[in-house]
């Protein structure tokens, strides 16, 4: 079987799989969960993934992994000849692609979710704003960090795993209403870059059949 992708349109940690999945150039099924009518909480969605998050990977039947930087891993190593390399460069690079999904992944988007939101204030207003301090914050220390190695990509010259996870938090930035441009203008031209590119395009939450326009 092709490798199936549990995801949801909007969801960024499942845009970071997808636009994986067209860099490798692996052709995989898409099956979207509706996180909205909360069918990621229901008995079906937690046997894939007890975390009832999104996305998930079925890579052979029954056989599920979650944690969208566990499958970019699992995809670059499974694939090493095809696409372009997720983690490339020398092994300084390639920790330093890790340290920078890190930065979105655990220092970022948990603080930015409706849940970490909800448990800080039931008002709007101070959800919103909790929202974009973190985002703020993440995505300055990504342009600090990644000042040193950027290319036209956040290291070197051809997108990587680092990418894959700053794009979609750039998109939730806009979102939240975060000025991306005046916070890190290198980031943005990153932002709109990889966005011209058919595989990002491709990946991106309005292109997919579950999205709601
Ligand atoms: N670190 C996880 C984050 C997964 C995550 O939080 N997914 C969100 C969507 S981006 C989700 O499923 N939220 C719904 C929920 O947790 O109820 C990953 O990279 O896969």
């Given at each position: 079987?092709?490798?199936?992708?549990?995801?949801?349109?909007?969801?960024?940690?499942?845009?970071?799989?997808?636009?994986?999945?067209?860099?490798?150039?692996?052709?995989?099924?898409?099956?979207?969960?509706?996180?909205?009518?909360?069918?990621?909480?229901?008995?079906?969605?937690?046997?894939?993934?007890?975390?009832?998050?999104?996305?998930?990977?079925?890579?052979?039947?029954?056989?599920?992994?979650?944690?969208?930087l566990a499958i970019l891993e699992w995809l670059?190593?499974?694939?090493?000849?095809?696409?372009?390399?997720?983690?490339?460069?020398?092994?300084?690079?390639?920790?330093?692609?890790?340290?920078?999904?890190?930065?979105?992944?655990?220092?970022?988007?948990?603080?930015?979710?409706?849940?970490?939101?909800?448990?800080?204030?039931?008002?709007?207003?101070?959800?919103?704003?909790?929202?974009?301090?973190?985002?703020?914050?993440?995505?300055?220390?990504?342009?600090?960090?990644?000042?040193?190695?950027?290319?036209?990509?956040?290291?070197?010259?051809?997108?990587?795993?680092?990418?894959?996870?700053l794009i979609p938090q750039i998109y939730n930035?806009?979102?939240?209403?975060?000025?991306?441009?005046?916070?890190?203008?290198?980031?943005?031209?990153?932002?709109?870059?990889?966005?011209?590119?058919?595989?990002?395009?491709?990946?991106?939450?309005?292109?997919?059949?579950?999205?709601?326009?």
């Amino acid at each position: 079987m092709k490798p199936r992708l549990y995801g949801y349109w909007r969801s960024s940690a499942s845009w970071r799989v997808r636009w994986g999945f067209e860099l490798k150039q692996v052709d995989y099924e898409y099956a979207p969960v509706n996180i909205l009518k909360k069918e990621n909480r229901e008995r079906a969605h937690l046997a894939r993934n007890p975390a009832g998050a999104l996305p998930v990977l079925e890579v052979e039947p029954g056989h599920y992994l979650a944690e969208s930087l566990a499958i970019l891993e699992w995809l670059d190593e499974t694939y090493p000849k095809q696409g372009l390399r997720l983690y490339s460069g020398t092994s300084f690079e390639r920790a330093r692609i890790r340290q920078l999904c890190e930065i979105i992944n655990s220092g970022t988007g948990p603080l930015q979710t409706p849940h970490a939101q909800g448990q800080h204030s039931a008002d709007a207003k101070e959800r919103q704003k909790w929202a974009q301090y973190w985002i703020e914050r993440g995505l300055r220390i990504f342009d600090q960090v990644s000042a040193s190695r950027r290319g036209l990509y956040s290291v070197g010259d051809k997108p990587t795993a680092a990418d894959l996870c700053l794009i979609p938090q750039i998109y939730n930035a806009k979102r939240f209403g975060v000025d991306v441009q005046t916070l890190a203008p290198g980031l943005a031209k990153i932002f709109d870059r990889a966005l011209a590119t058919p595989e990002c395009h491709r990946a991106a939450p309005e292109q997919q059949v579950d999205a709601v326009k």
